[in-house]
């Protein structure tokens, strides 16, 4: 129990601070345990901020899967263009979304090989995602292009949530879509 506190308050801590503002002595506070005690689940700040971030890189995975095994037999654009509207709005209401996007693309430099392994094992299994999910659809391009491009226009959106606010990352979107949609769409 007092592990999984640890990794909540961690978590929230993290999102808000990154890892050179994360404090232990705040996550202890926030539990109601000492700062030594985190050591007894957690051998180094290190090690509990790579078990959240692998923590957070699997739960956005699954919602990706379970968002597309729930919208599998429609279009692309009701699959697509809402799955990238829910990041904007996971971003801003989950601190594990928040916390996620700050370990890919804000990631320690002493931390930045396990944390670019980690990336990667998502990116390329969202890729294998769409790109299977794409193969059912009519395109002008190859599912794994279209895959490709799709998480080209994702990533764009993960700067504009970190950094440009949801405003120009809502105009990015709008704008993004329009142009990827249109690339992609199959002349019918």
Not at 135 to 144: G, R, Y
Not at 152 to 158: G, N, V
Request: a negative charge.
């Amino acid at each position: 129990m007092t592990k999984e506190k640890i990794i909540q308050a961690a978590l929230l801590n993290f999102s808000e601070h990154g890892y050179s503002g994360g404090s232990l002595a705040q996550i202890a506070e926030e539990v109601g345990i000492r700062k030594q005690s985190i050591y007894t689940y957690f051998k180094s700040k290190d090690a509990l901020y790579l078990s959240i971030s692998k923590q957070a890189m699997e739960a956005e995975l699954l919602f990706a899967k379970e968002f597309i095994a729930k919208h599998l037999q429609l279009p692309v654009e009701k699959v697509l263009l809402p799955f990238l509207q829910s990041f904007q709005q996971r971003f801003e209401s989950f601190a594990e979304t928040k916390f996620f996007m700050r370990s890919i693309f804000l990631m320690p430099q002493h931390l930045e090989q396990q944390l670019s392994e980690q990336t990667y094992i998502y990116l390329d299994e969202l890729e294998r995602l769409f790109t299977d999910y794409l193969k059912e659809q009519k395109l002008s391009v190859s599912a794994n292009e279209a895959a490709i491009g799709f998480l080209a226009l994702l990533d764009s959106l993960y700067v504009e949530m970190l950094y440009g606010g949801s405003e120009r990352c809502e105009k990015r979107l709008q704008a993004g879509w329009t142009i990827y949609y249109r690339g992609i769409r199959a002349e019918v």
